[in-house]
Each structure stands twice: as structure tokens, then as C-alpha cells.
């Protein structure tokens, strides 16, 4: 069960990161016309984990 939360954990982290990681090298990135809308779906995914844990929580629990 616990490889099902780290899972879900790296799949809604890791953009956020990336992005971070790829701006602090390509600054000029954030002039895109939509970068914007691409980091806010970024960071409402990165948010969302938490919404995730007492779903996998309920699904695995055999009682």
C-alpha cells in the first residue's frame, strides 16, 4: 500500500519541481505566452496530493 502513496506522491510532485528546475535554467521560459496557465495546472496537481491519501487509504483498507 505504501508504494501506492509514494507513487501518486512523485506523480503530483514531480512537475512542480521540474518546473523550477527548468526555469531556474531557461529564465526566459516564463515570457511564454501560457506559462501562466501551465504552472497553475502544475501547482493545482501538486495540491491535489493531499486529496489523493484518504482515497487510496479507504480503497486499500480490506476492512
Same mark, same amino acid.
Given at each position: 500500500m505504501?508504494?501506492?502513496?509514494?507513487v501518486?506522491f512523485? #506523480?503530483?510532485?514531480?512537475?512542480?519541481?521540474?518546473?523550477?528546475i527548468?526555469t531556474?535554467y531557461? /529564465?526566459e $521560459?516564463t515570457?511564454?505566452?501560457?506559462i501562466?496557465? #501551465?504552472?497553475l495546472g502544475?501547482?493545482?496537481l501538486?495540491m491535489?496530493?493531499?486529496?489523493?491519501? /484518504?482515497? $487510496?487509504y479507504?480503497w486499500?483498507?480490506?476492512r
Amino acid at each position: 500500500m505504501m508504494i501506492v502513496v509514494v507513487v501518486i506522491f512523485a #506523480v503530483c510532485w514531480l512537475p512542480f519541481h521540474m518546473y523550477f528546475i527548468v526555469t531556474s535554467y531557461l /529564465p526566459e $521560459i516564463t515570457n511564454e505566452p501560457y506559462i501562466q496557465e #501551465v504552472f497553475l495546472g502544475i501547482y493545482w496537481l501538486a495540491m491535489s496530493n493531499s486529496m489523493y491519501n /484518504p482515497i $487510496i487509504y479507504c480503497w486499500m483498507n480490506t476492512r
